[in-house]
């Protein structure tokens, strides 16, 4: 079944830079586009970054834009979130998700990641 696991989250100042991992299993990862979403403490879930299935279509969220960059290894069914310029407010749980269409499409998230940006 499909599986989802993110890590690398964890404590950083501002300004600085982080990197985080989706392992992924249970599908065919190279077909699929996948995303990052983030969700801070009392606020929706939101989308931060999508990447083609192939690694060469991607686009993010204003809020994160120049900063953040989303790559994939299909080869090792890896999906990455590299972070730089941390500011607080990207404080959050960030989560992997696969929107996943076989006879019907069905929504996939891992467990989420924590990421706080504190000095």
């Known amino acids: 079944q499909v599986q989802l696991v993110e890590s690398g989250g964890g404590l950083v100042q501002p300004g600085g830079s982080l990197s985080l991992s989706c392992a992924a299993s249970g599908f065919n990862f190279m077909m699929y586009a996948m995303n990052w979403y983030r969700q801070a403490p009392g606020k929706e879930r939101e989308l931060v970054a999508t990447i083609g299935h192939t690694g060469g279509a991607t686009n993010y969220a204003d809020s994160v834009r120049d900063r953040f960059t989303i790559s994939r290894d299909n080869a090792k069914n890896t999906l990455y979130l590299r972070m730089s310029s941390l500011r607080p407010e990207d404080t959050a749980v960030y989560y992997c998700?696969?929107?996943?269409?076989?006879?019907?499409?069905?929504?996939?998230w891992g467990q989420g990641t924590q990421v706080t940006v504190s000095s």
């Open positions: 998700q696969l929107y996943y269409c076989t006879t019907i499409c069905q929504t996939f």
